[in-house]
Structure formats: structure tokens, C-alpha cells
């Protein structure tokens, strides 16, 4: 295997893997769910963040702010998330979720970490063992490479 190989097919597995957790996430609302995968993915980053700008999720998501900020009166708006403004800087909007955005975030999380834990099944205790020390590596690897 080349170096070149690898990356191949690490590209492969981010992109079948996307479109195999879009479907999942398109079977959630099905069953029950309400939100886009945009939505879900802006609630799971302000989650992840806690409380972030307008600035910050609008680079984390890759939109431009007038996007990010029509993305986000709809969920204001549904009751998933709370705008506040700086006290510092009037201009300064600061976003968080609400107990219901965090609620909802919990629930389809765990319901797509499920549809993980279903297909990654299929492999022997061994192979689980492994692939989580290569993506435990990739993930060390990748991250380090988003901070500017």
C-alpha cells in the first residue's frame, strides 16, 4: 500500500460514510425527527462550542454570515436556540442552545451513534479494536490540522 493508496481511501470512507450518515440521519426524521441534517449539524456544533458567535459557526459551517444567520432565525424561531447580544459590542451576537436544542441534539446523537454501533457490529471484536486505534490516530491527526 502507498502513501497515495491510503489517502485514497481514507477520501473514500469521509465521503461514503457522509452520504451513509445522511441517509441515517434521513431515517431518524422519518421516524419522528424535525430538523434538517444543516440544522442538526449547526445544533451540534453549538453545542459542542456551548456558546459561540455568529462568526465562529458561520466559518465552522462554511456559509457566509447572511446565511448563517437565516439558518438561524429559523431555529431561533422553533425554540432550539438563544441569541444574545455582547455587552461589550451591541454588533457582537452570541448564540447557545436552548433546553430544548440541547434536548434535541441529545436525542438524535444517540440515535446516530446507535446506527454506528449497528453496522460497526459487523465486525469481529478484534477489527473494533483496531479500527478504534487507527481513527483514535487519524482523529489526533486531522484535528490538530483545523486549528489555525
Known amino acids: 500500500m502507498t502513501d497515495e493508496e491510503l489517502a485514497y481511501l481514507i477520501q473514500n470512507f469521509y465521503f461514503s460514510f457522509s452520504i451513509w450518515m445522511k441517509s441515517q440521519f434521513?431515517?431518524?426524521?422519518?421516524?419522528?425527527?424535525?430538523l434538517t441534517l444543516t440544522q442538526f449539524k449547526v445544533l451540534y456544533i453549538i453545542n459542542k462550542l456551548k456558546i459561540c458567535n455568529m462568526s465562529q459557526l458561520s466559518e465552522m459551517?462554511?456559509?457566509s454570515k447572511g446565511t448563517?444567520?437565516?439558518m438561524l432565525n429559523k431555529l431561533v424561531e422553533d425554540g432550539y436556540v438563544v441569541r444574545s447580544n455582547s455587552s461589550k459590542d451591541r454588533r457582537t451576537v452570541f448564540v447557545e442552545l436552548s433546553e430544548m436544542g440541547q434536548d434535541e441534539v441529545a436525542i438524535l446523537q444517540e440515535k446516530l451513534l446507535m446506527s454506528v454501533m449497528n453496522a460497526t457490529e459487523k465486525l469481529a471484536v478484534k477489527e473494533q479494536r483496531e479500527a478504534y486505534s487507527?481513527?483514535?490516530k487519524l482523529y489526533e491527526i486531522f484535528k490538530d490540522k483545523t486549528k489555525k
Open 68 to 70: 448563517m444567520t437565516t
Open 26 to 34: 434521513k431515517n431518524q426524521i422519518i421516524n419522528g425527527g424535525n
Open 61 to 63: 459551517m462554511e456559509v
Open 134 to 136: 487507527v481513527m483514535e
